[in-house]
């Protein structure tokens, strides 16, 4: 099978989406059960914890990260319910889906399996980039820049399932990638439209990489994550790198200059990498 252009790969990945050959990346029920007790009026520590609880290795991850440095909580964290009373119901809820995420970049065989481990590996430094810049935008959350952030290339992972079984791109690493960084984003937003996130979290994996966005104040997760990326790729020989960052109004909206880079801002390297150790837990 022969694609003469992105827009022909994007039809057949509608095509095989319609006839139920290929299958999105969805959340497991956990993490709409949680959404769904965090949203409830009334709802209770104990509701939510029996729900975490019916995944032990969730639980157990989720109490990890809560006794992470990244919180720096004077009492140790002992149980699923303590956990959810020391963080906030919103901040576990936030936590349950990124600690959920990694599952998803397991490839189904080992042909591509270097190639979701650089989508995984790229999505946590800007994910943690993310979090950090957050210093800057005290109006936002900073576990949620953290899971916007892991998010952002979602629609990578539909790509690499179908290359698995079309040679042209699974035998040409260099067009394989190609076709990455040109589809990734319209899959994105497909992905985005059947997960029942805000669309603030949502923006980000289908708006990452339109600099011409303008909008007002205040920053949002989009401003965050696109910052993060630019950030990641700074001195590359990436072709975003010759653009006119001075003109990028995310940098303004974060309130960091385009010529800092933000490992040399005082305790920022710190944040960054306690953030990754958070997401190799």
């Not at 009492?75 to 936590?95: C, Q, W, Y």
């Not at 080992?110 to 590996?121: G, I, N, S, T, Y």
Request: hydrophobic share 40%; net charge neutral.
């Amino acid at each position: 099978m022969k694609f003469k252009s992105i827009n022909d790969f994007l039809v057949h990945v509608q095509t095989e989406l319609d006839n139920n050959r290929l299958i999105l990346p969805c959340l497991p029920d956990i993490v709409f059960k949680v959404q769904a007790a965090v949203n409830k009026e009334n709802s209770t520590t104990q509701e939510l914890a029996e729900i975490i609880s019916t995944d032990p290795a969730l639980s157990a991850r989720l109490i990890q990260v809560a006794n992470s440095p990244i919180y720096r909580r004077k009492v140790e964290i002992r149980d699923i319910k303590h956990a959810i009373s020391i963080l906030g119901k919103h901040t576990v809820n936030t936590l349950v889906s990124i600690l959920i995420m990694r599952n998803m970049y397991t490839p189904s065989s080992r042909v591509l399996k270097q190639h979701f481990h650089k989508v995984w590996e790229d999505s946590v430094n800007i994910s943690a980039i993310s979090r950090a810049l957050t210093s800057f935008t005290p109006h936002l959350i900073a576990d949620e820049a953290m899971l916007a952030g892991l998010i952002h290339q979602i629609g990578k992972l539909p790509i690499l399932m179908l290359a698995e079984q079309l040679p042209e791109f699974k035998d040409h690493p260099l067009r394989l990638e190609k076709l990455l960084e040109k589809a990734h984003v319209p899959i994105g937003k497909i992905i985005m439209n059947t997960w029942d996130f805000p669309e603030s979290l949502k923006a980000p994996a289908y708006e990452y990489l339109n600099f011409n966005k303008i909008s007002g104040k205040p920053a949002n997760y989009v401003d965050i994550v696109q910052v993060a990326y630019l950030q990641s790729i700074s001195g590359s020989n990436n072709p975003v790198c010759k653009l006119d960052w001075s003109k990028i109004q995310s940098f303004q909206k974060v309130g960091l200059a385009p010529e800092i880079e933000i490992i040399e801002i005082d305790g920022i390297p710190e944040r960054i990498h306690e953030a990754k150790k958070q997401l190799s837990l």
